[in-house]
């Protein structure tokens, strides 16, 4: 929740001129609908010119007028009677545009979005049916809680300036992830924060062909905490354990895991890029029986967003969480020390395993399980040294 | 193969009249007798046709000498009750649930007659925590043992009527666990819940719901008492909603309740006698529960007519849960500013 409010303040900072970064240093500018729906919109009230970079500021204020226009009011009374919505319906400014240009492609989601329409029309029209569903309660959500109408117009937007601008993230291999069916994700932990399965998530919706949503596994300690548990189950991650992997791996989604935990996450910063023990191999048991492929996935950057340099035992004793991070800038710079410093990040999706063919009663092999749990492990550890030869400092 | 004699406990409340009636109306079925400790009220007793009614207490032994005398072949056991004020208090509550099944138990166990067992018992023998599995099959055990109140009773009850099926393996043993029921008639805690003047949630905390439709329940229990269908098996609607989204469905406000205050909140509604419910189910509200109904559906061979969302929508509209934001008001605020979005962008277009 934390980084959610950071995000927006200074996501701007790293290239101060919006119109030099539209052409993005990641080179995947077609599959980005927050980019291309912003440069869109304003130039659809100036029709004569259509290519020109938007300005980041002109949208928001754009969408701003109509919002309050908007005769929508009734609903204000009870919207402000129920804190938890009204500040999800306050987001919807900013996160409604960002949606609808994925949502308007397909037209269903808007009920008045015709063809006719300029751009930004239809966005605000898309703004407004997401607010309608939301209030009304018509959206529709899985098993495990996920809520991809909220994903996708609301949750996910905020992360993307952090994804582009401030961590400039590169993602490769996107081959090497199928565009249907399960498949295991399985990537390194690093950073205090869990800022690399976040990224990873939206790299695999933006950015995948087939704009994937990656249900990611999570610690008890996610679903334990509240508003934090309640988000994550509706950003469509679930508990860390085998029934749910296998549910989710056997209905054919996409699931990323982090074998590592919190061992990762929270190893000092003199070990980083220094793989830990990767849990009991439970993800490669879970893999076997469900006859998936294992996507080894290694992450370089995310070790340098919290530099963690000591752990205060005793506060995280108190808190009953699994450490307390001192970093270079938290807790001394107080609610600035939880911006994370703004590395260079590399993601690279590696060659699928194929566990299909072992069968599933390899799972109950264990000594397979062994090797094949250090298998992926190596791979990972082996790219991570690649990548980062590759990139030329931490934060470039 | 059918039943003759049909025995149903807690025949006075809602679901077991209702349940009685259904039976009564096959004419398959030569007797149905309903026991019950208290008669059932005027509403009910209308519904219940040719079924026999039997005031007993089936916490005392009385309950075995019925079922030998009617020579009773199926016995549906549905007097397991959730709401301590309406029996008269928790430790009524315990005894009816744990001592009276017991007897039951007792007495099926002396009647040669007795062919068919089926026990009412509820998903919330899965607890309810932060380390629960998206989906309870039904071979899955809770993270931490229920400590009190309706979901430890059903879980006691689940015992006792393992051991009788050890002690009488001729008889076919189903034990049904349901969801939380919604319907038009049905009277639950959750139904309450919902009828109250604003909805209290916990702040921080959106639990997934999973409910059955009650003409749903009333289908499973009929097929349990007159088919060989044995075995434990989880019965809900297929999808989930999630209690936000409930409530906005229903188009309630709903008032979220820091976590501290939640006790002290959730005993002021009991107090008042709007919401009777077993306290430890509060828990419920901050994760609430969702089960596998593969069995209910493969094995057991029956697929719930009515979905979650479905059973919800039917349960708002026909109770008139009365909304405090129509949906029509919203979709119309929507068309309206569509509206003055065409005007604004007709003048650029």
């Not at chain 1, 001192?326 to 020390?337: A, D, Q």
Request: hydrophobic content about 40%; some cysteine.
């Amino acid at each position: 929740m934390a980084d959610a409010r950071v995000i927006p303040l200074h996501a701007g900072t790293p290239e101060p001129d919006p119109a030099a970064a539209t052409p993005d240093p990641a080179g995947t500018p077609a599959a980005r609908p927050t980019r291309t729906g912003r440069a869109t919109r304003p130039a659809a009230a100036r029709p004569a010119r259509s290519a020109e970079p938007a300005r980041s500021a002109e949208p928001a204020r754009s969408a701003e007028p109509a919002r309050s226009a908007e005769p929508a009011r009734p609903a204000e009374p009870a919207r402000s009677a129920e804190p938890g919505r009204s500040a999800e319906a306050g987001g919807t400014a900013a996160a409604g545009e960002a949606g609808t240009a994925d949502a308007a492609p397909d037209g269903g989601a808007a009920p008045a979005g015709g063809s006719d329409r300029p751009d930004w029309e239809r966005a605000v029209a898309g703004a407004l049916a997401f607010l309608r569903r939301r209030i009304t309660g018509d959206y529709e959500v899985d098993e495990f809680g996920f809520d991809p109408d909220l994903t996708d117009h609301l949750l996910a937007p905020p992360f993307r300036p952090l994804y582009s601008r401030w961590f400039r993230v590169e993602a490769s291999g996107m081959a090497n992830v199928p565009d249907a069916g399960g498949a295991l994700v399985v990537a390194n932990h690093s950073g205090t924060i869990p800022l690399d399965a976040l990224m990873t998530t939206l790299a695999l919706l933006d950015h995948h062909p087939a704009h994937r949503h990656l249900r990611a596994l999570g610690a008890d300690l996610v679903f334990r905490t509240p508003v934090l548990g309640a988000v994550a189950r509706k950003a469509g991650n679930t508990l860390a354990c085998n029934p749910d992997a296998e549910r989710l791996l056997s209905s054919g989604e996409l699931v990323g895991v982090w074998p590592e935990g919190f061992k990762g996450t929270g190893k000092p910063y003199a070990d980083r890029y220094k793989l830990q023990r990767f849990g009991r191999g439970g993800f490669v048991s879970a893999a076997l029986r469900t006859g998936v492929p294992i996507i080894p996935c290694s992450i370089v950057g995310a070790e340098e967003t919290y530099p963690l340099i000591g752990n205060a035992r005793a506060l995280a004793r108190l808190l009953n969480v699994p450490y307390f991070p001192i970093t270079p800038t938290f807790p001394w710079l107080g609610p600035l020390g939880l911006v994370p410093l703004p590395s260079k990040w590399l993601i690279e999706f590696g060659e699928p395993i194929d566990t299909g063919s072992l069968g599933a009663a390899a799972a109950d092999d264990p000594m397979l399980v062994f090797n094949l749990t250090d298998q992926v492990r190596e791979t990972i550890q082996q790219t991570l040294y690649r990548l980062l030869l590759q990139r030329k400092s931490a934060f470039r | 193969m059918p039943p003759h004699v049909v025995l149903v406990t807690g025949v006075s409340r809602n679901l077991g009249s209702r349940f009685a009636a259904r039976l009564a109306a096959d004419p398959s079925i030569d007797r149905v007798i309903g026991v019950d400790t208290l008669p059932p009220g005027p509403e009910l007793a209308a519904l219940l046709g040719r079924t026999e009614f039997v005031r007993a207490d089936i916490r005392n032994p009385l309950i075995g000498k019925v079922i030998a005398a009617a020579g009773v072949d199926t016995v549906v056991h549905l007097s397991i009750t959730a709401t301590p004020h309406r029996a008269g208090g928790r430790v009524a509550m315990k005894e009816m649930n744990v001592i009276g099944t017991m007897q039951l138990l007792a007495g099926c166990q002396k009647a040669a007659s007795v062919r068919r067992l089926v026990v009412k018992s509820t998903t919330a023998v899965y607890g309810s925590s932060s380390r629960d599995p998206a989906l309870f099959t039904e071979e899955m055990e809770p993270k931490g043992l229920p400590r009190s109140g309706y979901a430890k009773d059903a879980v006691e009850v689940e015992g006792y009527v393992r051991g009788f099926g050890r002690r009488r393996p001729d008889v076919a043993l189903t034990v049904l666990r349901f969801t939380n029921f919604v319907g038009p008639r049905i009277d639950s805690p959750l139904v309450r819940y919902f009828g109250l003047p604003v909805v209290p949630t916990v702040l921080g905390y959106d639990p997934r719901l999973q409910l059955l439709h009650e003409d749903d329940a009333l289908e499973v229990l009929r097929l349990a008492a007159v088919e060989d269908l044995p075995g434990t098996v989880n019965v809900g609607g297929s999808g989930v909603l999630l209690l936000s989204q409930a409530i906005r469905r229903a188009g309630r406000v709903s008032v979220p309740v820091p976590g501290p205050a939640v006790a002290a909140v959730g005993r002021l509604i009991r107090r008042t006698g709007l919401v009777d419910y077993s306290p430890e189910q509060m828990r419920f509200l901050n994760f609430g529960r969702v089960v596998d109904t593969t069995r209910l559906r493969k094995e057991f061979g029956y697929t719930p007519r009515y979905t979650t969302v479905e059973a919800f929508d039917d349960f708002i509209r026909a109770r008139q849960v009365r909304p405090q934001l129509e949906p029509a008001l919203v979709r119309r605020a929507e068309q309206a500013a569509l509206a003055v979005l065409d005007r604004v962008g007709g003048g650029h277009g």
